[in-house]
C-alpha cells in the first residue's frame, strides 16, 4: 500500500502540454468549451455534481435546468420530436442498435462510416453490409446505393435490414451524402435511418426531419463545446417509446440509458455552451470557407492535395502528402520530422508519425492561425526541399 | 432559431447552490474532487482532452500516463488481474451481465442491490433472482443465502444463473454481508461473482481476490473523488478475455467498452485523486467512527433510529425519524419543514418532502460539521416539539 501511495503521487501533476499549441487534431476542435462553459468549470466539477434535485430522473432535474434543455431546447435544435444525452455519440449508437437488432440481424452502414459504429453492432451481435465508396480519391458514398444494397439484403437473408446509418460527416475525408435522398430511400422500404452527426452536430445546422432521419446522434466532446463524455440522442414520436422504453421494475428508468447517463460537468458544460454554439453555426460557412483557403493554399506544395469530394463541405479534411513522406524516408527523425517541425512552430494534432497523408481540421482557427499553419507547412517543404533531389 | 438563442442565453449562467452547504446527500459526498484534481480541472476540461496521444486505446494511452494507472495502479488498487475504466459502475455491470448472459438466462443479486443493477440486468434480457434481506430493522442479507437461492435457480431452471452480485455495501442502509463467504458458496457453483463496491471502492479497503470476487465495480464519481461519469471495473485473468474480447474488424477496441470510455475530464480527475484516495482509505476507521457517533447521538431524539445492521460499518446511513413525521403532518410546509429547516443551518441533502425516514452520509465532514448536523436535528424537533403534543 505504502508503495503504491509512494508510484502514485505522479498522478497528482498532470498537465496539458498541448494547451499552448495550435491543434489540428479534428477530434479536439470542436470540443474546447465556449467561455461560458470554462466559467463555471470549478463551481460544477464535483462527481455527480448535477444531481442535487434529482427525483430520479437526469433528463428531469429542473434545477439546473436539465429538464428545458434536454426537452424542449435539445429536440428543438436537432429537428427530432424528443431527445436525450447519452454517454457518447458511440453510447448513442449502440442504444439504438440494441434497441432494434437482435444476434444475427442485419444492419446497413455506410462505408466510411466511425469505427465506434462497426464496434456497437459488434456488441450487438448485427452483421453489417455496407454500402460502397467511390475510392481514391473521392471515397463518395453514393445515397442511391442504399437502395441497391437493402434489395441485397433482402435478397440474401429474406429480410430488410434492421437499420441503415449514414456518418454525415465521415471522420476522414469529411464527405457528405445526400442524407435527405438516402434517408427517403430507407423510408420507401421502412428501414428505420439513422444520422451519426458525431461531425456535425454543434457545428452546422442539422435538422433530423427535414433529413428524413429517425435517430440523430451527436457528440458533445467532439462538437458542441462540451466536457466529455456526452453526447445527443434524438429520435422522432415512433421510436421514442421503444427506444426509451422504461424498466418494468422501475417505472420511471429507461433501460437503453440505464436510468441515467452523463451527469455531472458533461451535461453542465453542454448546456452552458449551448448558447454559443447556437451563435457559431450560424458561422459555418465561414468554416467552410477557411478550410478551402487553406486546402487550395497546401496544394500549391508539390504533391500535395486534398482526398474527398472537393471543394470540401467541411473544416475535417485528409491530405495526400507524398512530398512529406519522401521527406521523412531520408530524414534522420524518420516520420517524426513532420511532427517535430510543426511542433517547433506551436503546432500539435498530426497523428504522430504520419507523412504520408493525414486529417487535420481547421475549426474555429482563427484566419491568422490559418495562415501560421499554412506557412508552417511551406517553411518546413522547402526547408528539406534538398532532400528530394 | 433566433428564438432558441435568445431562450437558451440562461444557460450561460449555471450555479451550483448547494456549494456553500454542508451536503448530506451519499451520492455526493466521496465524487468531492480532492485538492490535486481541483487544481487541474481547468487545463483538462476541454471536450477529448486525454486524447492528444491517443494511438487508438484510452487504457494505453502514455501521456498523461493512463496505461500505467489503468493497467498497474489500478488493478493493484482493486486486487484484480486487470483493470478498465468505464462510464459508470453501472455500464460496468451492464459490460459484465452483457458479456455473460444471453437473452432468459437467471442471475443472482442481493435484494438490497442498486436499482442500476436491475435495470442493467433487465437491458440484458435477464431474469433476476434475489437473495431476501432480513427485513425491517436490519435487511440483513445472509452470505448463506446465495446457495440455497443458486440450488432454487438450478432446480427452477435446470440451469445455475450465469452471475451472482452482491451490492457491497447497499446504497439503501449501508450494509455489508460477508463477501468472501457469498463469493466462496458462488465459485462452489462455479457461478462468476460480481462485487458492486460504487460505495467502498475508493472509501474503503477493497481487495477482490481476497473478497472472491470475479469482477470488482466501482464508481468513481461516487467514490473516488473524480469528475462524472466514470467507473472502475477489474477482473481475474479467468475473465479478462472474455470481458475485455476484441472486435474482430477492429483487433485493438475492445467490444464491451465501445471501443474507449470515459475519456476526458473524468479520467485526469480520478488520477489526479488517486493518491488521496489512497490516503483516505487508511483512515476510513475515522469514518465510521464519525457516523457512529453521529447516530448514537441523532438517536437520543426520541423514535430516531438508524435501520440497517448495527453498529454501523458505512459512513451511509438510514434513519427512521417518524418524530418529523409527526410534525410535518401539523405543519403549513408539510414534509418540507425538515428540509427548509435544514436550509436555513446551512445543510442539505435530504431528499426534499421525506420526514419519515431518509439516508445520509457523514463522510469526509469534520467532527465540527459532523456536530452542526446533530445540533441541526436536536434544535429543529426542539423548536416543534410543541407541535407534537
Not at 445546422?205 to 463524455?229: E, R, T, W, Y
Not at 452523463?262 to 467552410?288: C, N, Q, Y
Request: hydrophobic share 35%.
Amino acid at each position: 500500500m505504502e508503495e503504491l501511495i509512494l508510484q502514485s503521487q505522479k498522478f497528482k501533476d498532470l498537465h496539458r502540454e498541448t494547451a499552448k499549441y495550435i491543434n489540428l487534431n479534428p477530434l479536439q476542435r470542436g470540443g474546447i468549451l465556449s467561455d461560458a462553459a470554462r466559467k463555471i468549470v470549478n463551481e460544477w466539477a464535483d462527481g455527480y455534481s448535477v444531481c442535487d434535485y434529482c427525483g430520479g430522473c437526469l433528463d428531469l432535474i429542473k434545477k439546473p435546468p436539465v429538464e428545458e434543455f434536454v426537452h424542449d431546447k435539445l429536440p428543438k435544435f436537432l429537428g427530432t420530436d424528443t431527445a436525450r444525452v447519452t454517454n457518447g455519440a458511440r453510447e448513442g449508437k449502440f442504444a439504438v442498435l440494441h434497441t432494434l437488432c437482435e444476434k444475427g440481424d442485419t444492419v446497413l452502414f455506410d462505408s466510411n462510416a466511425h469505427y465506434s459504429s462497426f464496434v456497437a453492432a459488434e456488441r450487438v451481435g448485427a452483421e453489417v453490409v455496407t454500402v460502397p465508396n467511390s475510392g481514391h480519391p473521392k471515397f463518395r458514398i453514393d445515397e442511391d446505393s442504399y437502395a441497391d444494397k437493402i434489395e441485397e439484403i433482402k435478397k440474401d437473408t429474406g429480410k430488410y435490414p434492421k437499420l441503415a446509418l449514414l456518418t454525415y460527416p465521415d471522420g476522414n475525408y469529411g464527405n457528405f451524402s445526400d442524407a435527405k435522398k438516402a434517408g427517403k430511400i430507407c423510408h420507401e422500404y421502412d428501414v428505420p435511418f439513422l444520422l451519426n452527426g458525431a461531425y456535425s452536430v454543434g457545428r452546422m445546422h442539422i435538422n433530423g426531419k427535414k433529413l428524413n432521419a429517425d435517430f440523430v446522434v451527436g457528440s458533445g466532446h467532439k462538437s458542441m463545446a462540451a466536457s466529455g463524455p456526452i453526447g445527443v440522442l434524438g429520435t422522432t414520436s415512433e421510436y421514442e417509446d421503444i427506444l426509451f422504453r422504461k424498466s418494468a421494475k422501475y417505472k420511471i428508468k429507461e433501460l437503453e440509458l440505464l436510468g441515467c447517463t452523463s451527469r455531472g460537468l458533461p451535461i453542465i458544460t453542454l448546456m452552458a455552451s449551448f448558447p454559443h454554439v447556437l451563435e457559431r453555426i450560424k458561422r459555418w460557412d465561414t468554416e467552410v470557407a477557411n478550410a478551402r483557403w487553406f486546402l487550395n493554399k497546401i496544394s500549391e506544395i508539390p504533391g500535395i492535395k486534398p482526398l474527398g469530394v472537393q471543394p470540401t463541405e467541411h473544416d475535417l479534411n485528409f491530405i495526400e502528402t507524398p512530398v512529406f513522406y519522401e521527406i521523412s524516408k531520408r530524414h534522420k527523425k524518420r516520420g517524426y520530422f513532420l511532427q517535430k517541425e510543426l511542433k517547433s512552430r506551436g503546432i500539435m494534432g498530426i497523428k504522430p508519425g504520419l507523412t504520408k497523408f493525414f486529417k487535420l481540421s481547421t475549426y474555429l482557427l482563427t484566419t491568422d492561425e490559418i495562415r501560421l499553419v499554412a506557412d508552417a507547412f511551406f517553411e518546413i517543404y522547402e526547408k528539406y526541399e534538398g532532400l528530394l533531389k
